[in-house]
């Protein structure tokens, strides 16, 4: 799978997906993936990236290709 992908028109790495799902800088991402599910707002495709906010914590987030939807899981 591709590191870099199209979200809401415009390509983003893994790293800059997750700081756009945490509002902040962080430390770590993993590869972008594609969810299991369907966006609960418009129904198109969902991406899933883990990543580290800081040295103690992993959040996987969520986020819709297509629209603003976005949920984080803090792990």
Do not use: H
């Not at 979200?7 to 790495?13: A, I, K, L, P, Q």
């Not at 790293?15 to 129904?43: V, Y």
């Not at 495709?45 to 297509?66: E, I, W």
């Amino acid at each position: 799978m591709s590191s870099n992908r199209v979200v809401e028109g415009r390509m983003v790495t893994a790293k800059s997906l997750a700081e756009q799902l945490e509002g902040e800088d962080i430390m770590d991402a993993e590869p972008i993936k594609d969810a299991d599910r369907d966006c609960p707002d418009c129904g198109g495709n969902v991406l899933t990236v883990g990543y580290m906010p800081s040295a103690l914590s992993f959040v996987t987030g969520y986020k819709c290709q297509d629209c603003p939807w976005q949920e984080r899981d803090n792990d």
